[in-house]
Nanobody, 126 residues
Framework: QWQLVESGGGLVQPGGSLRLSCAAS????????IAWFRQAPGKEREGVTC????????KYSDSVKGRFTISRDNAKNTVYLQMNSLKPEDTAVYYC???????????????????WGKGTLVTVSA
């Protein structure tokens, strides 16, 4: 079965850093588009960043560009989200997801994701 498990969330002060992990199993993360989404309380889920299968083309939302970095370790079958210069508005449950139909895609986007992790909570507060 296709499975994604997020980890690494926690409480961090504004300006701090946090590294989230998305451990994939049941499929090779290297050949599918994987994205990080987040959902703040009472708000809609939004795409944060994604990395495409094979070519590893990345995309970032304007709100996190320059602060967050997505990466993939194919040997560990894990995708990471390095978050720097965190702001209170980054507070949310962060989810990773995979698009099972993305093997032939060029680049990645924030739609069409089929399998989701259960999320990890990131709280940015002083």
């Amino acid at each position: 079965q296709w499975q994604l498990v997020e980890s690494g969330g926690g409480l961090v002060q504004p300006g701090g850093s946090l590294r989230l992990s998305c451990a994939a199993s049941g499929f090779a993360a290297s050949v599918y588009d994987i994205a990080w989404f987040r959902q703040a309380p009472g708000k809609e889920r939004e795409g944060v960043t994604c990395i495409s299968g094979h070519e590893a083309i990345t995309k970032y939302s304007d709100s996190v560009k320059g602060r967050f970095t997505i990466s993939r370790d194919n040997a560990k079958n894990t995708v990471y989200l390095q978050m720097n210069s965190l702001k209170p508005e980054d507070t949310a449950v962060y989810y990773c997801a995979v698009d099972e139909d993305s093997a032939y895609d060029i680049g990645c986007n924030f739609h069409g994701f089929d399998y989701w992790g259960k999320g990890t909570l990131v709280t940015v507060s002083a």
